[in-house]
């Protein structure tokens, strides 16, 4: 059985509240980068950074604290949305990743481009 992973790589930076276009970086309980803006990423921040480094690298970043329960409510209309109106049978892998069995949704959509879109 094909199976298909979607992936928002930035969904802890999605569900801080801060607003879109600002470089800011979600940070670990170790201090390390877990996820970053694409404006940070266009300053040079990247997924693993310690802050320092993150911050040599992109003066004004914004930093924030990981907030798992944060990320988990938030995906959780994502994911009703998704199986009401694209495919019924998703596994959540963690906020903001999901699988599913692509088979049948795929050919419904049109070819899994499609279907991912």
Same mark, same amino acid.
């Given at each position: 059985?094909?199976? &298909?992973?979607?992936?928002?790589?930035?969904?802890?930076?999605?569900?801080?509240? &801060?607003?879109?276009?600002?470089?800011?970086? *979600? =940070?670990?309980?170790?201090?390390?980068? *877990?996820?970053?803006?694409?404006? !940070?990423?266009?300053?040079?921040?990247?997924?693993?950074? $310690?802050?320092?480094? @993150?911050?040599?690298?992109?003066?004004?970043?914004?930093?924030?604290?990981?907030?798992?329960? !944060?990320?988990?409510?938030?995906?959780?209309?994502?994911?009703? $949305?998704? %199986?009401? %109106?694209?495919?019924? $049978? =998703? %596994?959540?892998? $963690?906020?903001?990743?999901?699988?599913?069995?692509?088979?049948?949704?795929?050919?419904?959509?049109?070819?899994? @481009?499609?279907?991912?879109?």
């Amino acid at each position: 059985m094909r199976v &298909l992973v979607s992936w928002i790589p930035d969904w802890p930076v999605i569900t801080c509240g &801060l607003p879109a276009g600002e470089p800011v970086a *979600v =940070l670990s309980g170790d201090g390390r980068v *877990v996820a970053c803006s694409a404006a !940070a990423r266009a300053a040079g921040v990247r997924r693993g950074m $310690r802050v320092r480094q @993150a911050r040599s690298r992109c003066p004004w970043l914004r930093v924030v604290e990981r907030d798992p329960a !944060a990320e988990t409510r938030e995906f959780e209309p994502v994911v009703r $949305r998704l %199986e009401t %109106e694209v495919m019924p $049978r =998703l %596994e959540v892998i $963690r906020p903001g990743m999901v699988a599913a069995p692509a088979r049948g949704p795929a050919r419904y959509w049109g070819g899994e @481009a499609e279907l991912t879109a």
